[in-house]
Structure formats: C-alpha cells, structure tokens
C-alpha cells in the first residue's frame, strides 16, 4: 500500500534525479482516510479487509469512528432517525448486530411456507406461533421491521413468497405495536383523550402498512385550520379566533364570535374544500379512516364529525358529539354551559355540509322519534366504539373474501381492546378464529374467558370447544398433501397446469390457475347454484383453482378458460403464497407448490414455449407472438 511521489529513475522538473521518496497511504491524516474510506463505492467487506491490513488501518476503522457509521448509514438509511445527530456510539457493533438480526429474519421468513403452506386456510392467514418467532429474537422493533421492509421493497417480480410472508409479519408487529399505543391512549384521563387521536389509531390499526401518523394528520388538519381564520379574517379582522396559535386551548365564549367561526368553517370545508358525504358508496370503508376522509374528501356522519369538531376546537369553539341513531351527529350549546335541555342546542350534520338542526327536525332524518337519551353527548371512547363497531358491520357484510374477514378480524380486535367484556363480540371472534382455522389455542381462551362472563353461553361455548380440540388433535397428526402427476391415467383430460395466466371466456376475468381437480369437486348444491350443468361438459371436465385479478379466489371449468392472449401480471394477494416469481409469461410455481404438482412446471414452460415465443428464421433469438385464436371452442351456456 504505497504510492511513489518521485520514484527511482523518474526526472524531476529540473532534469536531475531526485532523490529516492516514497509514501504510504498509510502517512495521510486520518480525517484524509477517513474520507477515502467513505467512498460509496466500498462496502462492509471492504472495510474489513482494509482493517486487517495493519493497527494504522484498525484504528481508522474502529468501531466509533466514521468509516463504521457511513457503513451503517449507508446500509440502513431508514433507521438514521433513530440515532441522534452526531451521536457517538459503536457503528460496528450495530452493524453486526443489525446484519444477524436480517439474516435470522429472513430465515425466518422463508421457512414459514415450508411449515404452514397446508395449513393456511383459502383466506391466507399465518399461525401466530411464527409471529412469536420473530419477537423471541429480543431484538430492537425498528431493526426487525427494517429488514422486513428490505423484503418488500427488493425486485418487484421475484421473492414473491417471501415477500408474502414478510408482508403478513410487518403487518402484524405493527398492529401489536398500535395496540399497546391505543392502551396507553385508553388509560389517560377523560378530558385528554382526543377524538382525533383515537380515530387516527384506528385508521393505523386497520391499515398498519399505511404511513399514518398522528403528527401528519394534525398538520393536514392545521393547514385547513390557516384557510378558515383566512376565511374569518375577511369577515372579521379583529376576530379573537385569529389570534389563536396552533396548540393553544382556547374557548370562545361570545356566541356570535363562535357563530362567526362556524360559518367560515362550512364555507372553508364544504364549498372551497368541497368535502362530502359519501352518500353513493356508503359502506366503503376508506369513509372510516381518517387519513382517507382528508385524501378523498368524503366519509360517513362519524368520521366527517370527527374532523368538523377538531377543527372547530382549534377555533375556540366547543363542539360535543352526539351518538343519534343511524346519524352521528354534534351538539353546539347555545345557552350558558351545563344546560341539559335538548332544545338549549343547535345539531351539526357534518354529513350534510353543517346543517345546522333543532332537536326535532333531527328525528326527521331517520324518520323515527327517540327519547332525550340520544341527544346526550358522548366521550371520545364511545366515539370510538362507534367508529370501530362501523367498520365491524361492514365486515360482516362482506363477501367472505380476504379482505372483509380481515376487516372483521381487525375491528374486534379493536372493539375487544376497548371494551374487552363484550360476550357477543367475543362469541364472534371465537367463531371467526374457528371458522378460519387459526389459533386454536387462542380460540380456548377466549371460550373459556366467556363461559367466565356469561355462563348461560354453555351451549355454543361448548360446541366450540369440542370441534376446536379436535382441530388441535388433527395438527397434530397432519395428512400429507395429495400429489397430482400430470401423467397419471386419470388427468390426461387435464389441459392446462399452475402458473398459466388465463382469461375466463364468459365472464372476461384475468386469472392465473393454481390448482387443478380431473373432475369438479364442490357439493352438488354448489353445482346446482353455479349452473354447471349447462355447460358442455358439465361437472365431468377439469376445474381449476384461480387467483382472479379482482382479488377473489374462483373455481372454473376448463372450457371456459383460455390461456391469455398478453400474458400480465395478476393483483392478488395471495399470489405469493403460491409462487416465486412472475417471469413476463406465466408465475413460476415455488416450492411447495411444485410439490403438489410435480409435473406442471416443465408443462407450464412448454406451453409458454408455444404459445408466445417463435423461433425468428435463421437465428436463435426468441420474439414473443401473440396466442393462436382458438376457434373450436364449443358453445357456451347462457
């Protein structure tokens, strides 16, 4: 490791022969090395080897010193907010430490598919037993979901099971995480708890992958906040509201001035902001989640409710809300404070641009009288029981998919975690867990937790213990996985093979298959619903197990589906779980998957061959060439 400054037999300037100088890299200052050394072009192993070269190497690249913090910084720019500028502290100790936490991660992570791919229910959850894997590493949080992010965010085509996984882990460390910051929320007194806080908890929960922050909502709020006491300064210059800086607690007493405030506010949010009420797709449930109801403009009685009683807050003027039947609204006292009479008040439709309401034209929006009970007003935890149990319903009315029985599994966990003695919603978690088939031990707690609260629930507790220790019993003895060869007698009807990207021909769907059956397997009672009978061939074909670009799983006949004309990818969560990679073409089976079907990747790579690559004349070059229309299609049913 030296240069030669002027070696030997090398003229000088002069044309006389210096003298002999020779020097090391190793006499540069060490601000000089340190600099070299953070060249972005050398990584952790180069700076290893350099350390080893000689102690003047070792001590520039010691463990405090700047080489091992840019190596860090450098590896994991995400985690540089979790270090204090300037800090010192040993940069290669939380190098190694970091690196053994990825690599155990990941191990983690990849065997996962190994040990439940049989086991995970249609639905797609993952026991929780390798959750608990991941948190025994005793390992800082922010490491762990570091490297889970790593995961997610490599190549977009590749390590899709492992990405499957590593998806469902995040999104359960951070839920844990969220609930333990909801607790806390819970346990602090009545008068500190913000409704906005706890519905910005909630949209987090229900959305743990989501960049939801509390500070980030606040400032969105602020900044609609500037543009009322904008609108408020054109009305009234002087007006007391205005003075008010962000954080202040500050409450009008004037009615007028208050009058004043929530004129500028209607106009602010529903004429120059034009906020709404999702009148049209009510029951969607982005219309819940707070940080959707500022990106979208829209959202439902309680949600809209929650952001117009902020904002009036931070203008000085109280708002209370009201748990109406049907229509959440809020209550502005229009007499001294401590008034109980529900005619003292004016009511806020927030859902109806701010309509301002007596108590009797209330009732006119559900069409129904009800007593004073309702026009009582309600704390931020049964605001947020509302909100929760909002979402729970629409849950419940969903289509059985993934996406709903998340929801369901979400908003009880939040219900639960609020009011944690509700023996229905108890009841109904133990039934989801069951029907999902996960977490049986955790099924037997809640029961038993039950039986304790309500005794005269013996009969379903029952039930479902008995049908969950068999359940338990059966993991314990797995059956092995049936083994479907291509070749066999019995599926030489059998067309197509996993991983093909197929196009259904009735209903137009984008799907790739999975799975196949020789013959269908549902009850009769589902062929009998689904019209089999009316096709061709009826239930005597081939019926394939699809992943459907709508995110639904499907079942189809082989004579309704074609392989795709331009082959794409299909938006589905649960791709992943059954396949490595998209490889342009077709999905390439993983692992797990080609144990189930031996035989049909070399068959799935054939018909890829044929269908959408041609040989150019005279050369080896492969070009891809759309799908041959196929017209001897039979007649399809109506």
Request: hydrophobic content about 35%.
């Amino acid at each position: 490791m030296a240069t030669s400054v002027a070696g030997e037999g090398h003229p000088s300037l002069n044309g006389i022969i210096s003298e002999h100088q020779t020097k090391k890299l190793t006499d540069l200052p060490t601000e000089l090395l340190e600099h070299i050394l953070c060249f972005p072009a050398l990584k952790h192993v180069d700076i290893c080897n350099v350390s080893c070269c000689c102690k003047r190497l070792q001590d520039v690249c010691h463990g405090r010193g700047k080489v091992w913090g840019h190596q860090y910084k450098l590896r994991w720019p995400r985690l540089q907010r979790f270090y204090r500028q300037n800090e010192c502290c040993d940069w290669l100790k939380e190098y190694k430490t970091r690196h053994r936490v990825g690599i155990q991660i990941r191990r983690t992570v990849e065997s996962i598919s190994k040990r439940f791919f049989t086991e995970v229910p249609c639905v797609g959850q993952v026991l929780g037993d390798s959750f608990a894997e991941i948190e025994s590493l005793g390992m800082p949080e922010h490491f762990c979901e570091d490297e889970l992010l790593f995961i997610l965010n490599s190549d977009k085509r590749k390590s899709l099971t492992l990405k499957y996984y590593a998806k469902k882990i995040l999104y359960f460390l951070r839920q844990q995480n969220i609930l333990r910051s909801l607790k806390n929320f819970l346990e602090q007194p009545v008068e500190q708890q913000s409704a906005l806080e706890g519905a910005v908890l909630v949209d987090q929960y229900c959305n743990p992958l989501a960049d939801i922050t509390v500070d980030s909502i606040s400032a969105q709020m602020d900044e609609i906040t500037e543009k009322v006491k904008k609108m408020l300064r054109i009305k009234n210059s002087s007006h007391p509201s205005l003075r008010i800086a962000q954080g202040d607690c500050f409450v009008l007493e004037d009615f007028e001035l208050q009058r004043q405030v929530v004129c500028a506010l209607n106009s602010v949010l529903y004429e120059q902001l034009q906020y709404k009420g999702n009148e049209f797709d009510y029951y969607n449930p982005l219309n819940s989640y707070i940080h959707q109801v500022l990106l979208r403009h829209t959202g439902i009685p309680i949600s809209l409710s929650v952001l117009y009683m902020t904002l009036a807050r931070k203008l000085g003027v109280q708002l209370e809300p009201v748990n109406f039947p049907n229509h959440f609204l809020l209550r502005w006292c229009q007499k001294p404070r401590g008034s109980e009479d529900i005619y003292d008040f004016v009511y806020i439709d927030a859902f109806g641009k701010g309509k301002q309401l007596t108590a009797k034209e209330c009732e006119y929006l559900i069409g129904h009288q009800v007593t004073a009970d309702y026009y009582s007003a309600i704390n931020t935890v049964e605001v947020l029981l509302r909100m929760v149990g909002n979402l729970l319903n629409i849950g419940k009315r969903g289509e059985g998919n993934e996406k709903s029985y998340q929801l369901l599994r979400d908003s009880l966990d939040l219900y639960l975690t609020i009011n944690p003695d509700n023996v229905q919603y108890l009841l109904l978690q133990a039934r989801l867990y069951f029907h999902l088939g996960i977490w049986p031990e955790k099924v037997l707690d809640i029961l038993q937790h039950i039986q304790a609260l309500d005794p005269s629930q013996h009969g379903a507790v029952g039930y479902l213990v008995q049908h969950t220790l068999e359940h338990i019993q059966h993991k314990k003895h797995p059956v092995a996985p049936e083994v479907k060869r291509r070749s066999a007698p019995e599926h030489l009807e059998v067309q197509y093979s996993v991983g093909l990207i197929m196009k259904h021909k009735r209903s137009g769907y984008n799907c790739v298959i999975y799975g196949w059956d020789p013959k269908c397997t549902m009850s009769q009672e589902w062929i009998t619903t689904m019209r089999v009978h009316q096709l061709s061939n009826g239930a005597n074909q081939p019926f394939y197990n699809v992943l459907v670009q709508d995110g639904t799983c499907r079942y189809a006949a082989q004579e309704n589906l074609e392989p795709h004309s331009a082959p794409l990818e299909i938006g589905h969560p649960e791709v992943g779980r059954y396949f490595s990679e998209f490889a342009d073409t077709h999905y390439v089976a993983n692992e797990e998957l080609q144990t189930r079907y031996p035989e049909d990747m070399d068959e799935t790579l054939g018909t890829v061959q044929e269908l959408y690559h041609r040989l150019t004349p005279g050369s080896g070059n492969q070009e891809k060439a759309p799908a041959t229309d196929q017209n001897n299609h039979q007649a399809m049913p109506m």
